[in-house]
Every structure is written in C-alpha cells, then in structure tokens.
C-alpha cells in the first residue's frame, strides 16, 4: 500500500530534531517499526524527522560503571560490540535474533523500544538489565528507569516533543551472567515468547535475578515472583521448575491467530525455564 502524504525533514543534532517536532510530526531511525504502519496506514503523521544521520546517538560508550547506547545504535551492531558480549550478553544474543541482515543493519535499539511493540526482543532484554533510557526536549535530559518506562499496548513514558537519546546498561554481576531465548514467529521473527534472563550468584546461590519476558502480554513485563522464588536458592532444575510456575501471574496472556493463550503460558513457562538453565 503508498502512505498518505508527509513532509520530509532530516536533522544533523539532536536539539535541530526536537525543534522540528510538534504539531503530528514524527520520528524516523531506522524505519523498521513506522515504514511497515504508514504504509498500511495505520499511522499518518504530517511530517518525518529524519534522525539517522546524527552521529552523537550512533557510538556505544564503555564507561566506568555502565555502558551507554546511543538511541541510534543499529542492531548489527550491538550483535558485534566486544564490551556488551563481556558485560551484558544477552545484549548480543538479543541483536542476533532480530528480523533478518537487512533489519539488523538498519534497525536501531531507541525505534524499537520508542515504538513498544509487545513482541519486540529490546523490551524484555532491557527490563532483565536494569537499564536507565535518557531522555531530551526542549526543556533538557531526564532519566526513566527502565521499571516505568513501558506502560502498555504500543505505549511508553515518552511525552510530545522528546527524543531517546541513548540507554544505560549497568556494568553489574548479573548482567555479566546473562542470557536470552525465544520462540520466534517463522515470517517476521518476531517473539512469540522471549525471556531474558540475568543471575547474580554468591557462593551457588541466587543472590539477585531480573527476568523480562516479551511477547506474552500487552508490553514487556518483569515475572517479579519468579524472581523472588529463586532468589536465596541454589540455581538448579528443580529450583527453576518450582519457581517457574507462576510466571504469567497478574497478566493478561494475548491470545491471536499466531497463538491461543494457552500455548503462550506453556511458551512462557518452557522458555523462562530455557533460558534459567543457561545459566546453570
């Protein structure tokens, strides 16, 4: 299908971006999220601000106690970072299981979480990091903890005229022990289920534990009595199956043409399960 008209615009800094929004203008990174809805006209903004020319969102930074990606960062790339495969890596696994060559080398880490698609794999994986997502407009920077930044269907915290500029992955214990599955649709790749998964031990026993799980629900959730049921225990198969049994507690399980909600439960429970004894 041809989207309705629009208006170009493409911006060399982000302050030039944040000028040009407004009114029903929208953001452009890398496409692969709003090209496919304009096209169906699902959406139909006024005009396009083209921001994947600006450098300042496109580097990954080591620094002393977090790793900041740049909004602008493609997927390839993340798959190919040496300090995310050290520090975080299901950062990685993540980037490799996404769409195809072609999406990830054009699709970017901040247009995928800006649009919060309830299959996406960046949602889930950010939510087991512990991640802080930075925020501009017109007014400055602020910091969103990654807790309450996803708040439903398609939806975030981001307000009319911010821009994500980059995200903050904490260089911690249980990022470094981390891991990432899914259960990908066939055509899109998307996650039917996808769990993250990161395990901070102390002496054989779980000491913290972070979980997102993407693909179940409307937006990405945290199974938080997972979490707290492994917590203080050996990480072992019968701890992980005990622990597993109420991951879909407290959460309407989406049911469609790709799967019931039954088949996503079982998908949850086996891959939240899969993705634990990883990490054995």
Same mark, same amino acid.
């Given at each position: 299908?041809?989207?309705?008209?629009?208006?170009?615009?493409?911006?060399?800094?982000? @302050?030039?971006?944040?000028?040009?929004?407004?009114?029903? %203008?929208?953001?452009?990174?890398? *496409?692969?999220?709003?090209?496919?809805?304009?096209?169906?006209?699902?959406?139909?903004?006024?005009?396009?601000?083209?921001?994947?020319?600006?450098?300042?969102?496109?580097?990954?930074?080591?620094?002393?106690?977090?790793?900041?990606?740049?909004?602008?960062?493609?997927?390839?790339?993340?798959?190919?970072?040496?300090?995310?495969?050290?520090?975080?890596?299901?950062?990685?696994?993540?980037?490799?299981? &996404?769409?195809?060559? +072609?999406?990830?080398?054009?699709?970017?880490?901040?247009?995928? &979480?800006?649009? =919060?698609?309830?299959? %996406?794999?960046?949602?889930?994986?950010?939510? %087991?990091?512990?991640?802080?997502?930075?925020?501009?407009?017109?007014?400055?920077?602020?910091?969103?903890?990654?807790?309450?930044?996803?708040? *439903?269907?398609?939806?975030? %915290?981001?307000? @009319?005229?911010? &821009?994500?500029?980059? &995200?903050?992955?904490?260089?911690? =214990?249980?990022?470094?022990?981390?891991?990432?599955?899914?259960?990908? +649709?066939?055509?899109?790749?998307?996650?039917?289920? *996808?769990?993250?998964? =990161?395990?901070?031990?102390?002496?054989?026993?779980?000491?913290?534990?972070?979980?997102? #799980?993407?693909?179940? =629900?409307?937006?990405?959730?945290?199974?938080?009595?997972?979490?707290?049921?492994?917590?203080?225990?050996?990480?072992?198969?019968?701890?992980?199956?005990?622990?597993? +049994?109420?991951?879909? @507690?407290?959460?309407?399980?989406?049911?469609?043409?790709?799967?019931?909600?039954?088949?996503?439960?079982? #998908?949850?429970?086996?891959?939240?399960?899969?993705?634990?004894?990883?990490?054995?």
């Amino acid at each position: 299908m041809i989207p309705n008209t629009f208006e170009y615009k493409r911006a060399g800094s982000v @302050e030039e971006a944040i000028g040009m929004l407004g009114g029903d %203008a929208q953001i452009l990174g890398g *496409g692969h999220s709003l090209i496919p809805a304009l096209k169906l006209r699902l959406n139909a903004p006024g005009a396009l601000v083209d921001i994947s020319k600006i450098t300042s969102l496109q580097s990954i930074n080591d620094n002393e106690k977090s790793i900041t990606v740049g909004a602008g960062v493609t997927h390839a790339a993340i798959a190919s970072d040496a300090v995310l495969a050290e520090h975080c890596p299901m950062m990685g696994q993540a980037a490799c299981e &996404i769409g195809d060559i +072609q999406v990830r080398n054009m699709g970017t880490i901040g247009g995928s &979480i800006a649009h =919060a698609d309830p299959a %996406a794999d960046w949602p889930a994986v950010l939510l %087991a990091t512990d991640a802080n997502v930075i925020i501009q407009s017109s007014g400055g920077k602020r910091t969103v903890d990654i807790d309450q930044f996803f708040k *439903g269907f398609y939806e975030t %915290a981001l307000e @009319e005229g911010e &821009i994500i500029t980059s &995200i903050s992955i904490p260089k911690t =214990a249980f990022n470094r022990h981390s891991t990432y599955v899914k259960f990908k +649709q066939p055509a899109s790749r998307f996650a039917l289920v *996808g769990c993250a998964a =990161a395990v901070e031990m102390d002496g054989g026993i779980v000491k913290s534990a972070r979980i997102g #799980l993407t693909g179940v =629900a409307e937006s990405a959730y945290r199974p938080m009595s997972v979490e707290s049921a492994l917590t203080g225990k050996p990480l072992n198969a019968e701890t992980i199956d005990a622990a597993v +049994q109420n991951v879909t @507690e407290g959460v309407s399980v989406m049911s469609d043409h790709y799967a019931s909600e039954k088949y996503r439960t079982h #998908l949850a429970h086996v891959f939240v399960k899969r993705a634990l004894k990883n990490l054995i």
